[in-house]
């Protein structure tokens, strides 16, 4: 009883973070934070299948035929226990109906390709509040590029999808990937720059924020003359996901960390450990889940879980 009551106040904690929310944004953000393995920790694991439309189906799907259809995302997420499912407006209609009720759904509103050569990427917009709302998602997921010659038009859309989805009780999801010509290729993960993303998507409305895991590597001079004067500390992988953590309103912002492409198992486990030894609120694993046979991949999500409820592992424990 102890534990569960301790749960409830760890989910509480975190709601009480968004004061100026409606009751229906935090009863949706509840539904996350409540669902799957982890739910009632206040981790998360989410699984995201954007990857058809960002990267074409070969590239995506063609280590795993199964994950071809629409259906077998939806059944995976469910399965392994996860906190929520991502994904475009096309896979979230395959399969919104027949699996209505079962897991919290995250409607990714805006969708980029790579069939042409861009320096500053902008993407489009494929889904639309109402469309969320009609297929029953408790949130909407939303792409900026910090960096790209085109982020002050992505800034401004998504004020405007965040103003609608949180005034109809949507929770804002927001993928802060650092890309464009204003940025060297390694600044695109570099500390002081995904610290940046972090908070100009929580500036910008976010309720939960998702970026990459951060490098021991600072791409900005004014930004190295800061964290050299204060000795910010960034050296280990858990003190950079704590910087991060600190940079989205001192951990008032859910921050969640993507998996990147396939990686071994045991380095993606020890990104996981100091995801969650440096306060960070969890992971969105998609092509090093689904590019994985079913059973492979119910193992893996499994470890993550167990990981993060300190069940597997040294280190610390939510809450």
Same mark, same amino acid.
């Given at each position: 009883?102890?534990?569960?009551?301790?749960?409830k106040?760890?989910?509480?904690d975190?709601?009480?973070?968004y004061?100026?929310?409606?009751?229906?944004?935090?009863?949706?953000?509840?539904?996350?934070?409540?669902?799957?393995?982890?739910g009632g920790?206040?981790?998360?694991?989410?699984?995201?299948?954007?990857?058809?439309?960002e990267? #074409?189906?070969?590239?995506?799907?063609?280590?795993? @035929?199964?994950? !071809?259809?629409?259906?077998?995302h939806?059944?995976? %997420?469910? *399965?392994?226990?996860c906190?929520?499912?991502?994904?475009?407006?096309?896979?979230?209609?395959?399969?919104?109906?027949?699996?209505?009720?079962?897991?919290?759904?995250?409607?990714?509103?805006?969708?980029?390709?790579?069939?042409?050569?861009?320096?500053?990427p902008l993407?489009?917009?494929?889904?639309?509040?109402?469309?969320?709302?009609?297929?029953?998602?408790?949130?909407?997921?939303?792409?900026i590029?910090?960096?790209?010659?085109?982020?002050?038009?992505m800034?401004?859309?998504?004020?405007?999808?965040?103003?609608?989805?949180r005034?109809?009780g949507?929770?804002v999801?927001?993928?802060?990937?650092?890309?464009?010509?204003?940025?060297?290729?390694?600044?695109?993960?570099?500390?002081?720059?995904?610290a940046?993303?972090?908070?100009?998507?929580?500036?910008? #409305?976010?309720?939960?924020?998702?970026?990459?895991? @951060?490098?021991? !590597?600072i791409e900005?001079a004014?930004?190295?003359? %800061?964290? *050299?004067?204060?000795?910010?500390?960034?050296?280990?992988?858990?003190?950079?996901?704590?910087?991060?953590?600190?940079s989205a309103?001192?951990?008032?912002?859910?921050?969640?960390?993507?998996?990147?492409?396939?990686?071994?198992?045991?380095?993606?486990?020890?990104?996981?450990?100091?995801?969650?030894?440096?306060?960070g609120?969890?992971?969105i694993?998609g092509?090093?889940?689904?590019?994985?046979?079913?059973?492979?991949?119910?193992?893996?999500?499994d470890?993550?879980?167990?990981?993060?409820t300190?069940a597997?592992?040294?280190?610390?424990?939510?809450?």
């Amino acid at each position: 009883m102890e534990e569960k009551n301790n749960m409830k106040k760890r989910i509480y904690d975190i709601l009480s973070w968004y004061a100026s929310d409606n009751p229906g944004t935090k009863t949706n953000l509840a539904r996350i934070l409540n669902h799957g393995k982890l739910g009632g920790t206040g981790r998360l694991v989410i699984l995201p299948v954007d990857q058809g439309f960002e990267h #074409g189906p070969a590239r995506s799907f063609a280590p795993n @035929p199964s994950a !071809y259809n629409p259906l077998y995302h939806f059944e995976l %997420a469910i *399965e392994s226990g996860c906190s929520a499912y991502a994904a475009p407006l096309g896979f979230i209609e395959a399969g919104a109906a027949e699996h209505a009720g079962e897991i919290p759904l995250i409607l990714k509103l805006n969708s980029h390709d790579t069939l042409s050569d861009e320096k500053d990427p902008l993407s489009a917009q494929t889904a639309s509040v109402r469309d969320a709302l009609r297929l029953g998602c408790a949130g909407v997921g939303y792409t900026i590029y910090p960096g790209s010659a085109f982020s002050r038009e992505m800034y401004q859309q998504l004020r405007e999808i965040a103003e609608e989805a949180r005034s109809l009780g949507l929770v804002v999801v927001v993928w802060s990937y650092p890309r464009g010509s204003g940025l060297t290729p390694k600044g695109e993960t570099a500390i002081d720059v995904v610290a940046y993303a972090a908070q100009i998507a929580c500036q910008l #409305g976010a309720h939960i924020v998702k970026v990459k895991l @951060p490098a021991d !590597y600072i791409e900005q001079a004014a930004a190295r003359k %800061a964290y *050299e004067t204060y000795h910010v500390p960034i050296k280990t992988p858990e003190e950079r996901v704590r910087h991060i953590v600190q940079s989205a309103f001192d951990g008032r912002r859910i921050v969640i960390f993507s998996g990147g492409a396939k990686e071994e198992d045991e380095v993606f486990f020890s990104q996981v450990r100091a995801i969650r030894d440096g306060g960070g609120f969890g992971s969105i694993i998609g092509r090093n889940t689904f590019q994985r046979p079913r059973e492979d991949a119910l193992r893996f999500l499994d470890k993550i879980m167990k990981i993060y409820t300190g069940a597997a592992g040294s280190g610390i424990t939510p809450g």
